[in-house]
């Protein structure tokens, strides 16, 4: 595991991160690169990391390439390029936060190396923009990370990244909502006119569905439902209702009861509020993180 510090006291090493690059967002694999740098300052007069590197591992990430890009007895810096992994939570969807961490870790046990983050000096470059996303503050953490044998001093250098709110909801909710709009308008056509109804009502649904596989397909494979997908079960339940509707009106007429049909169409109609409310007051409070 490389050279560890020889300290007989356990040493306190100042860490920051300061980010200069976010290049791809993987959502589908939980992975995002980036490049920044990485520093470790100490006051420590034992220590001389011009005579002996310091040892260190970036625990997020499996192929991220060091650079030593400056080396002094008290301090040392290097250039981090590479793919780093989170788990991250769609429960929010399309309004959701992520966010983007690195984790670093040292060879020496708490012992011997104590990590001290340095809030000051990390954050990121004014510079960096990610299409689509909006940057949050930094947030600069040391854990003591227990393995069942030995615990290590660990950093944490994190920052939330969240969807234009805007963006995301004319690139999604909009379109869904202007889809099931046009569907129900079969509710104010005559209740004879039952060709162009259907014909109206099985269109949209299509769409309807395609737009929400293309919105699945932006996301890896989970197990929960996001908001994306309650906004569209509200839109399947009234799509049902408008099809049971229709063919209810279908039978009466085939019995020349129009009267009835009109009647059925006004009843059905009525009954979208309340079929939006009863499922948003089932499925909203489960599963919905607020960031």
């Known amino acids: 595991m490389g050279n560890q510090l020889k300290t007989t006291t356990a040493a306190s090493l100042t860490v920051g991160v300061y980010l200069i690059n976010i290049g791809k967002i993987d959502l589908q694999t939980g992975s995002y690169d980036?490049?920044?740098?990485?520093w470790l300052?100490?006051?420590?007069?034992?220590?001389?990391?011009?005579?002996?590197?310091?040892?260190?591992?970036?625990?997020?990430?499996?192929?991220a390439k060091v650079e030593p890009n400056r080396a002094e007895p008290d301090y040392y810096e290097v250039r981090v390029k590479g793919t780093f992994l989170?788990?991250?939570?769609?429960?929010?969807?399309?309004?959701?936060?992520?966010?983007?961490?690195?984790?670093?870790?040292?060879?020496?046990?708490?012992?011997?190396?104590?990590?001290?983050?340095?809030?000051?000096?990390?954050?990121?470059?004014?510079?960096?923009n990610v299409p689509g996303w909006n940057l949050g503050e930094t947030q600069s953490d040391v854990i003591?990370?227990?393995?069942?044998?030995?615990?290590?001093?660990?950093?944490?250098?994190?920052?939330?990244?969240?969807?234009?709110?805007?963006?995301?909801?004319?690139?999604?909710?909009?379109?869904?909502?202007?889809?099931?709009?046009?569907?129900?308008?079969?509710?104010?056509?005559?209740?004879?006119?039952?060709a162009p109804r259907i014909g109206l009502a099985a269109s949209t649904l299509l769409v309807a569905v395609a737009a929400h596989l293309n919105a699945a397909n932006q996301?890896?494979?989970?197990?929960?439902?996001?908001?994306?997908?309650?906004?569209?079960?509200?839109?399947?339940?009234?799509?049902?209702?408008?099809?049971?509707?229709?063919?209810?009106?279908?039978?009466?007429?085939?019995?020349?009861?129009?009267t009835e049909a009109a009647k059925v169409n006004s009843r059905m109609r009525k009954l979208m509020p309340v079929i939006i409310g009863i499922i948003l007051a089932i499925l909203l409070p489960f599963d919905l993180r607020v960031i």
């Open 34 to 38: 980036l490049d920044f740098y990485f």
């Open 41 to 63: 300052s100490t006051s420590n007069p034992d220590i001389d990391f011009t005579k002996e590197r310091p040892t260190f591992d970036f625990m997020n990430s499996m192929n």
């Open 86 to 128: 989170k788990n991250m939570d769609f429960r929010n969807y399309p309004f959701d936060t992520q966010q983007v961490t690195v984790k670093v870790e040292g060879f020496d046990t708490t012992d011997k190396l104590v990590f001290v983050p340095d809030t000051a000096a990390s954050g990121y470059d004014n510079l960096i």
């Open 144 to 194: 003591v990370h227990q393995y069942p044998d030995q615990s290590f001093s660990r950093y944490i250098f994190s920052f939330d990244i969240q969807r234009s709110p805007l963006s995301a909801f004319l690139k999604t909710i909009f379109p869904v909502i202007i889809i099931t709009t046009i569907a129900m308008l079969a509710f104010w056509m005559s209740p004879t006119n039952f």
């Open 219 to 258: 996301l890896p494979p989970i197990g929960y439902l996001t908001l994306m997908d309650k906004v569209m079960i509200v839109a399947y339940a009234l799509f049902l209702n408008n099809l049971v509707s229709m063919v209810l009106q279908m039978r009466l007429i085939d019995h020349k009861k129009e």
